[in-house]
């Protein structure tokens, strides 16, 4: 007999919106299984609301009965925040089904949309109107804007637009208890209390249920070009960000780092790409400038930025995209090491930040003393330098099954890498969040009073702890 909570469910959803394992001819493996194959839960039901109502009637159902509540979007989270536990007693909330663009105000330069929309589709639809809606990551295809609101995604184009929380202006949020916040404001200025929207951004999932979005929109720039440098050092690379920033100003608006063996790696899985100067050099720079005037401006500042830089010695060699066609082929490189990756074998990813002006001395002495610890390791580095967040990951030795690399080795390894950035004042989350994945580790790195706050803050907004209980605080 189909259980009650189960027959509810689908009269707020619909029949077809309720899927289970009691009909044998359903695969729930796409809700259930991480990006990353670290994880396969199983779960009650896998819910797809189709509008806010009945999130919020879903939520209440849940309160109701306590049963837990793991809201999902894409399922392109890398640290195990979107998938259900192995209990079977957990919903999966999909909310792809509520993707619409609500509406756009040109004059506000915001778009407000709901929080199943791809970032693509969003990103399409900011351009249909004649702007840009920055937030670029390389599962733009897939993932949707409210787990980016979940996670506090980054990607490529922060250093100079910032993190997702900085594109957003207001959210409206189902609570723990299946109250709707409506906060879709689109002012630039609002001080009456405490920040709820920055609160709700980066919880994970945790505190509330993201249903919509306010977002800000920006001007889209007259030319857009994209440049690859192969630098001697990792040192070399953060001279060259100085004379970026330097020379570029506003215009510099993606620096991204790429170790050689990160781009051998596509090399050898997408030989198609064709990565180009990686043989040479060590490290390689993907840049990006962004220029309000004119194609021919942009292209006289970023030649002149990379004579600078060869002069200097911080730059080798370099190519400067010749069209729009050249530049996607260039980025797609660099969106394809996380692929690449995957394919050569299950790895320990650490997405972590530290200041960039710290960041050479961090990685040559992290390397030596994972070399030392774990003989063999391939370190596939790179990352957003500009923001300074590296992915500083780490692949089993050549030969070595991955299952079994990380089953020997993944906590001494992390404990490693962490303390080394706890030494360097660096942060061991940047932008993937904290999931199950490093759940265990908050404590040992993060803030005492800070973590007592967060603690006292769910609390107080999920007392029942039903909110995706275990992800971020254990
Ligand atoms: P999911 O994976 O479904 O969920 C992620 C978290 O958000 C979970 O905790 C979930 O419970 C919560 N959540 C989802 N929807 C909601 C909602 N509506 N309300 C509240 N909570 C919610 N990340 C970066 O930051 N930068 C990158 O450059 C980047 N590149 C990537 C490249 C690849 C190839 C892949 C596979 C992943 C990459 N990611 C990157 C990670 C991932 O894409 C981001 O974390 C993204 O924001 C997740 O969105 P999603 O819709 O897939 O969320
Ligand atoms: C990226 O920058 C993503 O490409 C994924 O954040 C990073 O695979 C990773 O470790
Ligand atoms: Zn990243």
New binding site residues.
Partial sequence: MTQPMIVQLRQICGNANVLTHDDPATDLSPWEQD?RKRVRGRALAVVRPGNTAQVAAVVKACAATSTPI?????????VV??VPDSSGQQIVLS?TRMNAVRAIDPANLTITVE?GCVLQNLQAAADKAGFLFPLS???EGS??I???L??N????QVVRYGNTRELCLGLEVVTAQGEIWHGLSGLRKDNTGYDLRNLMIGS??TLG??TAATLKLYPQPAAQLTAWAAVPSMQAAVQLLGLAHQRLGPGLTGFEVMGQFALSLVDKHYPQLRVPLSQESPWCVLLENSDSESETHARAQFEALLEAALEAGCVTDAVVAENLSQAQGLWHIRESI??AQAQEGLNIKHDISIPVSRIPAFVAETDALLAREVPGVRMVDFGHLGDGNLHYNVQAPEGVDGQTFLHENEERVNTLVFDQVAKFDGSISA???V?ELKVGKLPLYKDPTALAMMRAVKKALDPQNLL?PG?VLG
Avoid at 70 to 78: A, E, I, K, R, S
Wanted: glycine share 36%; charged share 10%.
């Fill in positions: 990006w793991v809201p999902q979007g894409g399922n392109t989270g890398l925040g979107g909310m929080a990551l390389g599962a993932c949707t409210g787990g980016n979940g996670t995604a980054g990607g490529t994970e999932g249920i993201i996380t692929l932008e993937h969040g999931g995706n992800r």
